[in-house]
């Protein structure tokens, strides 16, 4: 069962860099969490880039918008739950990774369907519809940013630990960084409201 939110007493920078430092998971079979994360993206390009390619310029330029909702729930026994949140263009799930910490991934609507990987995203839309096609896409979903904040900020309401994740790219965690989820050395980690420290 994922722990409870942490004492208050230590920063957010504190609780990542000791997180880093104790947790097996983090680093996995890895020396550094860069490491484990460079290991993962490319991981993740090569499984899903060939998927969910089969989408017309017309969806991928009027994407449709979603008022904010919440479906699931974040998992409070066992390995089972899922939390899916939704507001604009973008949606973010939680789940379990183990029966010691969650995962979260932020998506961002692409085409047919909600995509997370930076690179994957552009190589489809390049290979289908071409530069001109992402330029504009990439506008539509800049001038959505604004939503994911909402959003990041509904999520952190709701949650009471913190679930981490690798983050794809550096625009990814640039993106992390812009909507108030903390990044460090290549892993992102969404604190809850509850957790004041700065």
């Known amino acids: ?11 957010k920078l504190q609780y990542i860099k000791n997180m880093i430092k104790t947790s097996k998971e983090i680093r996995g079979r890895f020396s550094t ?15 899903y880039y060939l998927a969910d390619n089969d989408y017309s310029a017309k969806q991928l330029l009027n994407p449709a918008r979603e008022a904010l909702r919440i479906e699931g729930g974040i998992p409070t026994t066992g390995n089972t739950g899922k939390l899916m949140a939704y507001n604009g263009l973008w949606r973010i799930t939680i789940h379990p990774r183990s029966r010691k910490s969650l995962d979260f991934t932020v998506s961002v609507k692409a085409g047919s369907t909600y995509r997370f990987h930076s ?13 001109s096609a992402y330029d504009q896409w990439r506008q539509i979903v800049k001038e959505d940013i604004e939503s994911l904040g909402v959003l990041v900020q509904k999520v952190q309401s709701l949650i009471s630990t913190i679930p981490w994740s690798y983050t794809c790219s550096q625009s990814a965690a640039n993106l992390c960084e812009q909507v108030g989820i903390s990044t460090y050395r290549g892993t992102a980690f969404l604190f809850p409201d509850s957790f004041s420290g700065e």
Request: charged share 30%; hydrophobic share 20%.
């Open 119 to 131: 690179k994957t995203i552009k190589h489809s839309i390049l290979s289908r519809h071409g530069k």
């Open 1 to 11: 069962m994922p722990k409870k939110c942490p004492s208050n007493e230590q920063t």
């Open 33 to 47: 969490p860069e490491e484990a994360k460079r290991y993962y993206s490319n991981l993740w390009h090569s499984h």
